[in-house]
C-alpha cells in the first residue's frame, strides 16, 4: 500500500485536475507535509497553472476479519446515504456507502438506526479516536436518517 500525496491544479479557464504522487506507506503525515513545503515551488516552476491546494490519502491497515466476498448482484453503484446535522452549521451533511447491505434497508429505501447501522452509528459519532466531520470541518452531532442510493 502507498499514500497519495495529490496536488490540486488549476487553469486560467478555471478546471482543475490533479497531479497525484504515490508515497510509501513508511512515510508519516509529518513528513509528507514537510515534503510538500519542500516541493511545491520546485511544482510550480513547472507547471503553467495553479497550485491551489494539495493533500493525503493515508494507507490505513484493516482488521485481518472481514468478508472477503463481496455478496452476488451488488454494484458499489448501489448504497446507502447516510445524513447528518453538523456542530456550528445550518446545514447538513450525507456520507455515501457503497454496496450498504440491503438486509439493513427498509422496504428497499429507508436505512434505519438499529442493527449494525446503529453499532456503526455509534461509532461515527462517538469519535473515540476521531471525530468525522463535512468537508468543511463541521463535526457531525447526530443522524438525521439514511436512504438506499444509486450512483455513478
Known sequence: M???LTYKITDSGGKSKSAVFPIPEVATYTEICAMVLEQDSLLDAVISGVITSAS???ACPID???NDTPAANMSVQDGGLLGFSVADSEYRT???IPTYSETLIDNYRVIADAGATAALLTAMLAGAN???SD???NIISAFLGGTRRHRK
Request: aromatic share 6%.
Open 64 to 66: 485481518g476479519g472481514l
Open 94 to 96: 450525507s456520507i455515501y
Open 130 to 132: 476521531a471525530d468525522v
Open 2 to 4: 502507498v499514500h497519495l
Open 56 to 58: 493525503v490519502q493515508m
Open 135 to 137: 468537508k468543511d470541518g
